[in-house]
């Protein structure tokens, strides 16, 4: 692999826009820090959820009682594959001078992103009217929904995000600016997808089993 | 409409139904508040300075501005807090085995708010202002990476300070204490505005330091001037590099346990109540996973000034400088390993207790090293005793103190006996006030010549040293002695009259300190009214060895003419040693700098309706300042011209103004540096 | 990928779809992974304490090659700032995650 195409992690801007790169450097590294003190975040969100699913059940629910395999194996591969559609539109914006391309993949990981919120909110509506299950019962309940709608507003917000930069790649063309809110938007998404592998696993796979 | 707000929350009728001695000291705290917004605007308008104002500086991104701003800020916040430092100790004498003027719950919220604003709206700023103005200067760059950023940044803390400054008016402030402990800060125990007041204040301040973090530290990994690698920066940059990380990844638990304090109080969530399995025990956890690193984000950037001061008053290089950076590091890492010694009475098990006590006794091992290379870099150094290094001294006996106090109490078996009590509030002070405060005023003292063209008078600022040292050790020593008769913080009365003695030494401590808040606003009306004497236009009146002494005093917008080159540490003190400190560059170029942009004024106001309508449950203007926000962001990401462009003209016959004011100048040498005759610029080899 | 743009060395030429393929293997192996979580919790294959390593296992896995597929994190040099800053974030998650669970079980045994 060649030097220039990977000035900084995530995403480069090829050879469509060579001199963009020292302007992508700042920014990315930027926002790389912004998502590591995200993380940092979600992290705190998980050590509660761990204690809290441990000892404050309250008699209540217990994360047994929250899981459907099928609904979250569903979730899971709704938002991989959003985050591969969304690699997809990154290599459209790299190698490919046109729109044509980016947009449709863009749209694409939207619609993905858009079922999974939707999946989401469905999922608490089920919590909550069949399962009794508000988030007001315990404090296990409190750190469960804490933790999956910190995640769920992080992915709407990225749809919002992403709305934006449709609007700006319509409006301004594909400049410099419009790319690298992309590229910063890319990384956005593939942490939330990260974030989402602890949450199958610590939350709903491993809740099944203890 | 109004929520939950009505005419009973305002001071005043409050004041007006029930005109007793407390409520009356809260109306009168209440007409200052409003008096001094009113002289304000008054004034502003009088001299018609709401147009510069506006476009100078509010909507300005320039750093040194942004910088300048948040001192103030800070300035006010802290007239405030030591107001209030000094009315407790006073009700406290007064109240020794009688009632006192105040009522407990009127008390509770002035040990709140002094605590809080001190911590996130006079000691944040502060240091945010002084790393906004110098660090950029000394790395060689013309901004920070991200200057709106920047503004925004300084708009939340200010949206924050300003909640706390409403509360003094409309409604009461928390009585939580600044640590806001659950669950005596759940609803069940503290109903009212009290508490939201404190979480928003503090979520917005929370938020605005994890994005200068973010800032300070892209800036230093990314724009330093050429040659400047890491190992090259001034100490300062080193010590503003380890706070920003320590912002950057700390601040996220304080804002997981606000916004979880919020749902347990505004959703009925149960993080931390006592029913329904909440767990009180995880609020103290999280805070102080934020706790702790705060001390350190608040004292490292004072050891950078110390480090500076000591070197260019010495006039030698820093010594063991490397050592010193490592150190740093050490402090840094280790500050997120300790946070149990602030709860070891919780019950957890006593190997954990050990554990942590035995990392918390570390730290004491780099901030040793320190100790020793600041005295290093004394020995045989030709030392001004100017009033910034009258504070680099005074703290290194004054820290060595809070330090060793410090170490009794990581003992987790002194700690029980002392824990909670004056003892802790003794050592806290002693270490933040030397290692946060006396820095920090050092740090005016030495770059306001920079940021405004004179020095601050300099018998004004030996006598509020005077004030601040002697108030500091009258204030504070006696509460150790207070804490081991078994006095505890936070009480607003005692029955034992052995305390009376005590507690008027400290009083006396109180007014002395703020006799030094007194000085240094005497020393800065002083040194206005007499500023063409003390000008220092040349830009260099402490014989400075870093980058920003390079520069004319006060620089323009854009720092450099050309971003320098180095090949060396003391970069400054070897260009002019090598006679290439004052050229005309000769390969000037037009230059792009950040233009004035409304979007963080608009973000501050937004912020404060959001949480002031969300302290007050008035839902409407939460989702309409929510929206103004983010609107404001999402409308500014469709402006593309953001740069004003200054043509290579105008920076040609700046730079040929400063070194014709230059040649005009005599140099001189280091015994007439408080002179008249120190114009900014340093005799060689001097 | 034939049509490549103007002007990129004859050398270069087969990295869209070099970078293309990078893609696909960090999806199959997420997926992969991914299926075997769920397989082992749907099949019984694990349980109690143990299946909190072996889950947590597989989504180290998955994590690692969603960084290392996805967002490019690798041993380059051009990469070190990013790299040193994503496992310094990893020890002071580390630090917070393991205090917390440590401090607080402790303490619930006690009580």
Redesign the interface.
């Known amino acids: 692999m060649s030097g220039a195409d990977t000035r900084h992690p995530g995403l480069n801007l090829g050879q469509t826009d060579a001199g963009g790169h020292d302007a992508a450097e700042e920014v990315v590294f930027g926002f790389w820090v912004f998502l590591m003190s995200d993380m940092v975040l979600f992290a705190i969100l998980f050590a509660t959820y761990a204690t809290m699913s441990t000892h404050g059940q309250a008699g209540g629910p217990a994360p047994l009682d929250l899981v459907d395999l099928g609904s979250a194996l569903a979730e899971t591969l709704l938002l991989l594959g959003s985050s591969f559609t969304f690699g997809m539109a990154s290599l459209a914006l790299k190698y490919r001078e046109g729109r044509t391309r980016l947009v449709a993949w863009l749209a694409l990981t939207f619609v993905l992103g858009a079922v999974f919120v939707g999946w989401e909110v469905h999922d608490v509506h089920v919590w909550i009217t069949q399962d009794d299950a508000p988030p007001q019962r315990s404090g296990f309940l409190s750190a469960h929904y804490l933790l999956t709608a910190t995640h769920g507003l992080h992915v709407a917000a990225g749809l919002l995000w992403m709305a934006v930069i449709a609007v700006q790649i319509g409006w301004f063309g594909l400049i410099r600016e419009v790319k690298l809110r992309l590229m910063r938007l890319a990384l956005f998404w593939h942490m939330l997808d990260i974030v989402w592998i602890g949450i199958f696993t610590f939350v709903f796979l491993y809740g099944a089993v203890r | 409409m109004l929520g939950a707000l009505d005419w009973q929350a305002i001071v005043f009728v409050r004041a007006w139904r029930d005109p007793s001695a407390s409520e009356l000291i809260g109306a009168a705290a209440g007409g200052l508040a409003v008096t001094g917004a009113l002289a304000a605007v008054v004034l502003l308008s009088v001299f018609r300075l709401w147009r510069p104002l506006w476009s100078g500086w509010l909507t300005s991104l320039d750093h040194k501005k942004i910088g300048i701003m948040y001192i103030v800020l800070s300035l006010v916040m802290l007239l405030r807090a030591v107001i209030e430092a000094a009315l407790m100790r006073l009700h406290q004498l007064v109240a020794v085995g009688q009632g006192g003027p105040l009522s407990p719950e009127h008390f509770a919220q002035l040990f709140s708010t002094h605590g809080t604003i001190m911590i996130f709206f006079m000691a944040m700023p502060l240091l945010t202002g002084i790393i906004n103005y110098v660090m950029p200067l000394q790395i060689g760059a013309r901004d920070v990476s991200f200057p709106l950023l920047n503004a925004i940044s300084l708009a939340l803390t200010a949206a924050g300070a300003a909640l706390v400054m409403v509360s003094l008016v409309i409604g009461r402030f928390s009585t939580g204490g600044w640590s806001g402990y659950a669950t005596y800060t759940e609803l069940a125990y503290s109903m009212g505005e009290g508490v939201d007041y404190w979480i928003w204040a503090v979520t917005l301040s929370s938020l605005g330091s994890t994005l200068s973090g973010l800032n300070f530290a892209v800036t230093i990994y990314k724009k330093r001037c050429p040659g400047m690698t890491l190992f090259r920066m001034p100490l300062f940059c080193w010590t503003t590099l380890c706070t920003s990380i320590l912002m950057i990844f700390a601040m996220a638990p304080l804002t997981a346990a606000t916004v979880m304090l919020a749902l347990d109080r505004y959703a009925g969530f149960h993080f931390f109540t006592n029913d329904a399995g909440g767990n009180m025990m995880n609020y103290a956890n999280l805070f102080w996973l934020f706790g702790h690193p705060e001390v350190y984000i608040l004292i490292l950037p004072a050891f950078g000034v110390y480090s500076e001061v000591f070197a260019t008053f010495s006039g030698k290089t820093l010594y063991g400088y490397r050592a010193l950076v490592f150190a740093t590091m050490c402090i840094a890492v280790l500050s997120f390993t300790v946070w149990l010694h602030h709860f070891f009475t919780m019950g957890q098990s006593a190997n954990i207790n050990a554990v942590f006590g035995i990392a918390t006794m570390t730290i004491g091992i780099p901030t040793g090293v320190k100790v020793y290379e600041w005295l290093m870099t004394m020995v045989r150094g030709r030392i001004r005793l100017t009033t910034p290094m009258l504070f680099a001294v005074t703290f290194l006996v004054t820290f060595v103190l809070g330090g060793l106090t410090g170490i009794l109490l990581a003992n987790p078996t002194i700690d029980f006996s002392v824990h909670n009590s004056l003892f802790l509030v003794a050592h806290f002070h002693n270490m933040l006030i030397p290692g946060l405060l006396f820095g920090m005023i050092a740090a005016v003292q030495v770059w306001f010549p920079k940021a405004f063209g004179f020095r601050l008078h300099e018998g004004w600022g030996v006598a509020g040293f005077v004030c601040w040292v002697a108030g500091f050790y009258l204030a504070f020593m006696p509460l150790y002695a207070l804490g081991l008769m078994g006095a505890m913080r936070r009480t607003s009365q005692w029955a034992r009259p052995e305390y009376g003695p005590w507690l008027a030494v400290a009083l006396l401590g109180a007014v002395l300190v703020l006799g030094g808040v007194f000085c240094l606003a005497m020393q800065l009306f002083v040194s206005i009214r007499r500023r063409k004497e003390l000008a220092v236009p040349v830009g260099d009146p402490w014989d400075g060895r870093t980058l920003e002494w390079a520069c004319p005093a006060p620089p323009p917008e854009w720092n450099f003419t050309v971003i320098p080159k180095v090949a060396s540490g003391d970069a400054f003190t070897v260009m002019k040693r090598e006679g290439r400190a004052y050229e005309m560059p000769d390969d000037i170029e037009d230059i792009e700098m950040p233009a004035n942009s409304a979007v963080a004024p608009v973000i501050c106001v937004a912020s404060v309706a959001t949480g002031f309508a969300v302290t007050w449950h008035i839902w409407w203007l939460a989702v309409l300042g929510l929206a103004a926000g983010w609107g404001a962001v999402i409308a500014r990401s469709f402006v593309l011209d953001t740069k004003r462009r200054i043509p290579a003209a105008t920076l040609r016959a700046s730079h040929a103004a400063w070194l014709d004011r230059l040649r005009r100048t005599v140099p001189v040498s280091r015994a007439g540096e408080t002179d008249p005759r120190n114009d900014g610029l340093a005799e060689h080899g001097a | ?1 034939t049509d ?2 103007e ?2 060395p004859e ?2 030429a087969d ?2 779809a070099r ?2 393929r990078r ?1 696909v293997t ?2 199959v192996l ?2 992969a992974l ?1 299926l075997a ?2 397989g ?3 099949l ?1 294959l ?3 304490q143990g ?2 390593v072996v ?2 296992l ?2 180290l896995a ?2 690692v090659v ?2 290392r597929y ?5 041993l ?1 040099k ?2 070190r ?3 040193q ?2 496992l ?2 990893a ?3 580390g ?3 393991g ?10 045994t ?2």
């Open positions: 990928m490549r743009p002007g990129i050398s270069e990295r869209p970078e293309f893609y960090g999806g997420s997926l991914t979580a769920f082992a919790v749907a019984r694990v349980a109690g299946a909190l889950l947590g597989l989504a998955q994590i969603q960084f996805f967002l490019h994190i690798d380059q051009s990469h700032d990013d790299l800053l994503i310094f974030t020890l002071i998650v630090l917070m995650v205090g917390t669970i440590w401090i607080l079980f402790d303490q619930h006690r009580m």
